[in-house]
């Protein structure tokens, strides 16, 4: 079962503005990461936040976590037509496994 | 290119067909894992390796699924009798101590049975 859940399920900017998508989990957590999935690269590892963490930056993405509410949010600023993809959020609840969410499909039209 | 490789990248088969696939790691981690994510949804767990020790399974993985990794390096993942619902994507990641918590994952191969 997933334990995750994105929203929106889909999401279509222009390029150039920002996108943020949300996520909730059911569970207590070690850490949080978001992956991108798009058709050429697979899924690729984007950003950790640990349980203690409540913002990080990397480039022009920004995460926040808040484990009170079970929820964190990705924020890419500036969005271009590469960032076109399925971005997920994946907690690693203590066991090895990544449980992931059903996603968010962000569409960049130039 | 070191990353994460999966071979065959697609099989086409037909039910009750057996079929392996395999997965070769970026060389130094020590961990593997395998997922299988079906259209419009996230990756779920189904097994994890640390070296040649099948440490976890999940309750996706029926009786007609095995993995080994009999060397701790490369891994197969076999299905036996293959079902129209085993059609998927299986995805595989490696890890390692130094890699944290991060998994790269391999392109994965997409299963059809007809």
């Known amino acids: 079962s997933q334990q995750g859940e994105e929203d929106p399920q889909a999401l279509s900017i222009q390029e150039g503005e920002n996108a943020t998508m949300n996520c909730s989990y059911k569970t207590s957590i070690n850490n949080l990461q978001w992956y991108r999935q798009n058709s050429g690269r697979g899924l690729v590892h984007l950003i950790l936040?640990?349980?203690?963490?409540r913002e990080k930056h990397s480039g022009r993405l920004r995460v926040t976590l808040d484990t009170s509410k079970k929820s964190s949010s990705l924020l890419i600023t500036a969005s271009r037509a590469a960032d076109t993809a399925s971005y997920f959020c994946a907690t690693f609840p203590g066991a090895q496994k990544l449980v992931f969410g059903q996603g968010t499909r962000l569409t960049i039209n130039p | 290119d070191t990353g994460v490789s999966q071979d065959p990248r697609h099989k086409i088969t037909k039910r009750g067909q057996n079929v392996t696939f395999r997965c070769d790691p970026i060389?130094?981690?020590?961990?593997l894992y395998w997922y299988r994510q079906t259209l419009g949804q996230g990756p779920e767990f189904l097994t994890y390796f640390q070296n040649e020790a099948q440490l976890e399974k999940s309750r996706l993985l029926s009786d007609r699924f095995s993995a080994e990794r009999p060397k701790g390096s490369f891994s197969t993942l076999e299905i036996q009798r293959t079902e129209q619902g085993d059609s998927a994507m299986y995805l595989c990641?490696?890890?390692?101590?130094?890699?944290?918590?991060?998994?790269?994952f391999g392109p994965g191969t997409r299963l059809t049975v007809l």
């Open positions: 990641a490696s890890s390692s101590w130094t890699s944290g918590r991060e998994q790269f």
């Open positions: 060389s130094e981690h020590n961990r």
């Open positions: 936040i640990r349980s203690n963490e």
